[in-house]
């Protein structure tokens, strides 16, 4: 990690529409805070290193989800994404 994390409210399952995407399907939220100030940062991207750093890490896959997750990991870049991440 890049850096300690730290949440108030563990991550929260919904049903329905995905933020800031086209489509419904169970998702997750988990809004963290960071001890340092841009430290995701990646060029103009406040979160490109995060995102970089989750790409293709392996998850565990068939328990309660309602996508197919293949392959079973977080995909962040390319075509096949199914973790996106934004600053709130």
Request: proline share 7%.
């Amino acid at each position: 990690m890049r850096s300690n994390v730290e949440w108030s409210q563990d991550p929260q399952r919904h049903d329905g529409l995905i933020p800031n995407q086209d489509g419904k399907a169970v998702h997750w939220i988990w809004q963290f805070d960071v001890e340092r100030d841009a430290i995701f940062l990646k060029v103009n991207d406040p979160v490109g290193h995060l995102v970089d750093d989750l790409n293709n890490v392996p998850i565990v896959p068939d328990l309660t989800n309602s996508a197919d997750l293949y392959p079973a990991a977080f995909q962040t870049q390319g075509s096949n994404i199914n973790t996106w991440i934004s600053i709130i």
